[in-house]
């Protein structure tokens, strides 16, 4: 009979909170930061438990680094954007 190992639910978690932390706003930096701690913590336990989902913690963690990445350009922007339309009306006279 072969026994068939599950698959990790931290690592379903960590795909799920990357695939979040791409699509919500500002929270998602949040999000991109949990979903790498749960995608590292997910590795640790399937190399100590031999279980699936080696590749949703490796999907959780890239999605979790894009999401990162993508939240700071988004937050920048903001940043620029608003300090420029700011700035633009300080100077009058």
Do not use: D, H
Not at 18 to 32: H, R, Y
Not at 66 to 84: E, H
């Amino acid at each position: 009979m072969s026994e068939k190992s599950q698959t990790n639910n931290n690592s379903v978690i960590s795909l799920t909170v990357g695939i979040l932390s791409l699509l919500i706003p500002i929270i998602g930096l949040i999000l991109g930061i949990i979903g790498i701690v749960f995608s590292r913590k997910a590795v640790k336990q399937i190399n100590k438990t031999n279980e699936n989902g080696r590749g949703l913690a490796t999907a959780g963690l890239i999605c979790s680094i894009v999401g990162i990445i993508i939240q700071l350009f988004t937050v920048l922007g903001y940043v620029a954007f608003f300090s420029l339309t700011t700035s633009g009306t300080a100077f009058v006279g």
